[in-house]
């Protein structure tokens, strides 16, 4: 419970900065965000890329699309590293969709599994995504290998890849990329707006009180946004 002159005041049961784990203010432009990449995903094989600065809230709408996912897509969800190669990634990507991995040191040997793989899906009108978050921290032979999934695979794979603003120009860079620009949708994340930051501010202390008395003016909004 929030502290007692505190809670008294405001009228308050908890603190409203105390966030739950699963909370997730879904705005209108993050809605339709969300929306497009469950059409794109389920209906179109570009490669999608969601880019924004640090704090944009890449991560916790990696987190939201997921836990709307359909039962019936497989998925895999790789935290990117500096220090991945190629083969590493592609071994992982397998491993979570449960294709066959042992004693498969190759890369184009794990490609070929995972073609084989999404050709069944694809004869079963299943979907594959692969969800990819700080994507811009992979090397330009990760990204190349990814880039080429995605202009080979079948109509199963989805590819999404979440990171920061230089990644857009890392993938443009690409051959694959280059002589195939139809392929890549990208979707810049902005700030929360004031207008946002209110709804939000309004939201928490509804939910744990009486929104009319949120103790920010229109000064602090403006403070808090900047």
Same mark, same amino acid.
């Given at each position: 419970?929030?502290?007692?002159?505190?809670?008294?005041?405001?009228?308050?049961?908890?603190?409203?900065?105390?966030?739950?784990?699963?909370?997730?203010?879904?705005?209108?432009?993050?809605?339709?965000?969300?929306? +497009?990449? @469950?059409?794109?995903?389920?209906?179109?094989?570009?490669?999608?890329?969601?880019?924004?600065?640090?704090?944009?809230?890449?991560?916790?709408? $990696?987190?939201?699309?997921?836990?709307?996912?359909?039962?019936?897509?497989?998925?895999?969800?790789?935290?990117?590293?500096?220090?991945?190669?190629?083969?590493?990634?592609?071994?992982?990507?397998?491993?979570?969709?449960?294709?066959?991995?042992?004693?498969?040191?190759?890369?184009?040997?794990?490609?070929?599994?995972?073609?084989?793989?999404?050709?069944?899906?694809?004869?079963?009108?299943?979907?594959?995504?692969? +969800?990819?978050?700080?994507?811009? $921290?992979?090397?330009?032979?990760? +990204?190349?290998? +990814?880039?080429?999934?995605?202009?080979?695979?079948?109509?199963?794979?989805?590819?999404?890849?979440?990171?920061?603003?230089?990644?857009?120009?890392?993938?443009?860079?690409?051959?694959?990329?280059?002589?195939?620009?139809?392929?890549?949708?990208?979707?810049?994340?902005?700030?929360?707006?004031?207008?946002?930051?209110?709804?939000?501010?309004?939201?928490?202390?509804?939910?744990?009180?009486?929104?009319?008395?949120?103790?920010?003016?229109?000064? @602090?909004?403006?403070?808090?946004?900047?």
């Amino acid at each position: 419970p929030a502290d007692g002159g505190y809670a008294s005041y405001y009228g308050l049961s908890e603190d409203p900065f105390a966030r739950q784990e699963g909370d997730f203010f879904v705005t209108a432009k993050i809605e339709k965000l969300l929306g +497009l990449l @469950d059409y794109i995903t389920h209906f179109s094989q570009k490669l999608v890329v969601v880019h924004g600065p640090p704090g944009s809230g890449k991560t916790s709408i $990696l987190d939201y699309f997921v836990e709307r996912l359909d039962e019936t897509d497989s998925c895999c969800r790789i935290e990117a590293l500096a220090l991945d190669t190629e083969t590493q990634v592609l071994r992982e990507i397998n491993r979570q969709l449960g294709v066959e991995n042992e004693d498969t040191k190759d890369y184009t040997q794990l490609a070929e599994h995972l073609k084989d793989y999404l050709l069944d899906l694809a004869a079963d009108s299943a979907n594959c995504l692969i +969800l990819v978050d700080n994507a811009h $921290l992979f090397n330009k032979p990760v +990204l190349k290998a +990814l880039c080429e999934l995605a202009a080979d695979a079948c109509s199963a794979l989805h590819i999404v890849l979440l990171g920061q603003d230089a990644l857009v120009a890392e993938l443009k860079a690409i051959d694959t990329l280059k002589n195939n620009e139809q392929l890549l949708y990208t979707h810049r994340l902005e700030p929360f707006s004031v207008v946002e930051i209110k709804q939000y501010l309004g939201e928490l202390f509804a939910s744990v009180g009486d929104a009319d008395k949120i103790p920010f003016t229109d000064q @602090d909004y403006l403070e808090i946004h900047q």
